[in-house]
C-alpha cells in the first residue's frame, strides 16, 4: 500500500490521516482534536496502554520527520505517530462526547463483523453502485445503437468514469505532476468559456 494522506471529516473534526504499512496513524494533538479531549490527557492514555502492557510501543508507534512552524522559523522535528491499535485503544479510555461517538461507531463495526462476516464502507458500497450503473447502461446502448452514435455514448461515459477517478485521487491527494512539463499555463475564466 502506497504512503498517503487522507481528509477525514466527522462530527466537525476535520484531520489529514496518514496511511502507511496498511493502517492510520496520527499524533498526539491529532488524536486530542478526534476526541475533543487535551493533548496531556491522550499522553497520559497512551502511557498507561503500554505500561499496562496492552500494546507494543515498538509496533504501534513510529516517528515520521515533520516540519513546523515554531516562531519566526520552520524547524523539522520527528513526531511520535501512533497507528490505528493506538487509536481505538484510546478512544475506549478518554472520556468526551467525541469519545462516545467513537466507541459507538467501533461497537458498531465491530459487531458487523462478529454478526456478519463483513462491514460496509457506504461511501464505496455507492461509487461501485455507480460505476455498475454506468457499465450496465454502456451495454444497453451498445446493444441498442450501433456505429459512431454508440461509440460517442461510450466515450462519454468513459471520460465521466475517468473524471470520477481523477476527482478521487485529487481528495486523496494521489496526484502528481506530470513528468516533462516544460511551463504551467494558468487557465483564466476567458480561456475556459471561448
Not at 20 to 41: G, P
Request: hydrophobic share 35%; charged share 30%.
Amino acid at each position: 500500500m502506497k504512503d498517503e494522506i487522507i481528509l477525514f471529516e466527522n462530527q466537525g473534526v476535520k484531520l489529514e490521516v496518514n496511511m502507511k504499512d496498511e493502517t492510520v496513524w496520527l499524533t498526539q494533538i491529532q488524536m486530542a482534536e478526534l476526541f475533543d479531549s487535551s493533548r496531556t490527557n491522550i499522553i497520559e492514555h497512551i502511557n498507561n496502554i503500554y505500561s499496562d502492557g496492552e500494546l507494543d510501543k515498538e509496533s504501534t508507534c513510529q516517528y515520521f520527520r515533520q516540519v513546523r512552524k515554531e516562531g519566526k522559523r520552520y524547524v523539522a522535528r520527528n513526531i511520535p505517530f501512533y497507528n490505528l491499535d493506538v487509536i481505538i485503544s484510546v478512544g475506549y479510555r478518554v472520556n468526551s462526547k467525541r469519545g462516545i461517538i467513537f466507541r459507538k461507531w467501533a461497537n458498531k463495526v465491530l459487531k458487523d463483523y462478529l454478526l456478519k462476516g463483513y462491514a460496509v464502507n457506504q461511501k464505496r458500497l455507492e461509487y461501485l453502485e455507480k460505476t455498475m450503473k454506468l457499465i450496465d447502461i454502456a451495454g444497453r446502448i451498445d446493444n441498442e445503437l450501433k456505429g459512431s452514435e454508440a461509440q460517442g455514448i461510450i466515450k462519454v461515459i468513459n471520460n465521466y468514469s475517468n473524471a470520477l477517478n481523477l476527482l478521487d485521487d485529487y481528495d486523496h491527494k494521489r496526484i502528481t505532476k506530470p513528468k516533462g512539463t516544460k511551463q504551467d499555463k494558468k487557465i483564466t475564466y476567458e480561456d475556459v468559456w471561448i
